[in-house]
C-alpha cells in the first residue's frame, strides 16, 4: 500500500493588503431632552466619546480616521495601491528569497514589482515588504498575482503562490455630440461645437478637478464653460464643482481649424479627428482619478465639388443704394475646374455688374476671392441668392441660393457701419 508523504508546510507567511485612503468616523447620535426620564445622560455620553466633535456632538461625522473595512471599490482611471509582505514564522534562516508581484488583465500581464532580485537571506521573525502602484487602465476581471520562491537551510527550493481576485468598475458614463456651425465667415471649413456630458455613476460624490479637450493638430479649442465675472474668469458650474453620485454635467467647446488646414478644403473632409477629452476628478481625502477618451471623431460636412463661401457682408445697408459683398470659391474636388459665374437678379435684390464673366481656371484645393455689387429694391430683411457657378468642362451648373441675409432699410435711417 503506497503512503503519500505529508505536506510540507511553508517557512515563509505572504500576507497582501491594499492601502486605500481612510474614512471619516461616523456615528448615529442619540439624544433626548431634558425632562425625559435619562435627563442628560446621553448628552453627557456624547461629550464623553473621543470620537465627537467638540461643541458639535449631534453632528454624524468625528474627528477620527477609520482604517477600511474590506476591499472596497476600484474604478478606471485610478491608482490601485497594495502593501505585499513576506514574513519568516519559522526558526530557520531561508535564503535567495524572490517576491514578484503581476497583476493578469483581460488582455496583458504586468509585472509590477519594485526590484527582482532575490533577498539573500531572511531570519526568523523578519519580513521583506514591497508597496506597489498600478494606474488602472482597463474594467473587469483582474487578479494580483503575488509569487514567492525561497531556498531552505537543507537546500530544497521552495515555491508558492497567491490570487487576489477583484473588479475594476466604470466610474463615469461619457457623451459626445457634435454641431456644425451654421455660418462662418473667415474659413472655409466651419467652426465645430462638441457638447459632452459626464455622469457620476459611482455611489460617491466627485470633484471634478479638471475637464478640457485636447484638440487634435488640425483644430484649435476655445472653452465654453466659464464666464467673465468683474475681470475674473468664473466657471458656469460655480465654486464648488462637486458631482453627485448619477448626475450629469455638461461641458462645451468650440473648435476651429487652423488656418494650415483650413485654407486646403481637400484636407478637412470624411471622417476626421477632433481631439479627445482628458478629465480628472478626486473622491474620499483627494483619492485622485483620470481618464483620457479615445480620439473622438465626427464626419465633417460635405461641400460637393465647388464651395461657395462669404469673406466679408454688411449687415445693414441702404435702400437703392449699391453695397460690397466679398466671396469666396473654392475647388473642393480632384481635378481642375474652368468657371464662369452668372449672376440672377430676385424680386428684391440685384446685381451690379457682368453676368456670364469667366473665372478661369481653379486647381483642386485652391480657391479665389470675388468682390461682387448688389443693391436692394425692397426694405426689410433680404436673401442675397442667385448665383450660378458653371464647369465648362463638365457643363455642369452649381447654384448658390440664401447664401446670406441682409437688412435694408429707408436711405433716410443712417446706417451705423
Known amino acids: 500500500m503506497e503512503v ?70 476600484i474604478f478606471l482611471g485610478e491608482t490601485f495601491s497594495s502593501y505585499i509582505s513576506v514574513h519568516n514564522d519559522s526558526n530557520q534562516v531561508v535564503k535567495d528569497i524572490l517576491v514578484k508581484a503581476d497583476l493578469q488583465t483581460s488582455s496583458q500581464r504586468l509585472n509590477l514589482s519594485a526590484s527582482n532580485a532575490a533577498v539573500a537571506e531572511l531570519k526568523p521573525d523578519c519580513c521583506i515588504d514591497d508597496v506597489i502602484h498600478h494606474e488602472v487602465k482597463e474594467i473587469g476581471t483582474h487578479i494580483l498575482v503575488c509569487a ?103 461641458y462645451l467647446y468650440c473648435l476651429k481649424p487652423k488656418k494650415e488646414f483650413a485654407e486646403k478644403a481637400g484636407i478637412i473632409k470624411g471622417v476626421t479627428v477632433i481631439g479627445k477629452l482628458d478629465i480628472v476628478w478626486k473622491t474620499n481625502l483627494g483619492e485622485r482619478g483620470r481618464l483620457q477618451t479615445s480620439q473622438l471623431q465626427r464626419m465633417a460636412p460635405g461641400y460637393g465639388d465647388v464651395r461657395l463661401s462669404l469673406e466679408a457682408i454688411p449687415d445693414t445697408v441702404n435702400l437703392e443704394e449699391p453695397f460690397h459683398i466679398t466671396c469666396k470659391i473654392t475647388n473642393c474636388s480632384e481635378r481642375t475646374m474652368d468657371l464662369v459665374l452668372e449672376m440672377c437678379n430676385t424680386n428684391s435684390l440685384h446685381w451690379c455688374g457682368i453676368s ?62
Request: with cysteine; glycine share 6%.
Open 4 to 73: 503519500n508523504p505529508p505536506k510540507q508546510e511553508h517557512l515563509l507567511a505572504l500576507k497582501v493588503m491594499r492601502l486605500t485612503k481612510p474614512t471619516l468616523f461616523t456615528n448615529i447620535p442619540v439624544t433626548c431632552e431634558e425632562k425625559d426620564l435619562p435627563g442628560e445622560l446621553f448628552n453627557q455620553l456624547m461629550r464623553d466619546d473621543p470620537s465627537t466633535v467638540n461643541g458639535a456632538e449631534i453632528l454624524m461625522l468625528g474627528e477620527m480616521l477609520t482604517l477600511p473595512q474590506n476591499f472596497g471599490n
Open 148 to 250: 514567492v520562491s525561497y531556498t531552505t537551510q537543507g537546500g530544497e527550493k521552495m515555491y508558492f503562490r497567491k490570487f487576489f481576485k477583484f473588479q475594476v468598475l466604470k466610474p463615469l458614463d461619457v457623451k459626445t455630440k457634435f454641431y456644425n456651425a451654421e455660418s462662418d465667415l473667415s474659413s472655409v471649413t466651419d467652426e465645430v461645437f462638441l457638447e459632452a456630458q459626464i455622469q457620476n455613476i459611482t455611489t460617491s460624490p466627485m470633484f471634478m478637478e479638471k475637464v478640457s479637450l485636447e484638440p487634435s493638430i488640425m483644430y484649435n479649442v476655445a472653452e465654453l464653460n466659464s464666464v467673465s465675472q468683474a475681470g475674473e474668469c468664473v466657471t458656469t458650474f460655480g465654486s464648488r464643482a462637486y458631482l453627485q453620485p448619477m448626475d450629469t454635467r455638461q
Open 356 to 417: 456670364g464673366r469667366q473665372l478661369g481656371k481653379l486647381h483642386p484645393s485652391s480657391s479665389l476671392c470675388l468682390a461682387l455689387t448688389l443693391l436692394s429694391s425692397v426694405q426689410g430683411l433680404q436673401s442675397v441668392s442667385g448665383l450660378r457657378l458653371t464647369d465648362t468642362f463638365l457643363k455642369r451648373t452649381y447654384e448658390y441660393d440664401d447664401i446670406a441675409q441682409v437688412c435694408v432699410v429707408s436711405s433716410a435711417i443712417k446706417v451705423e457701419s
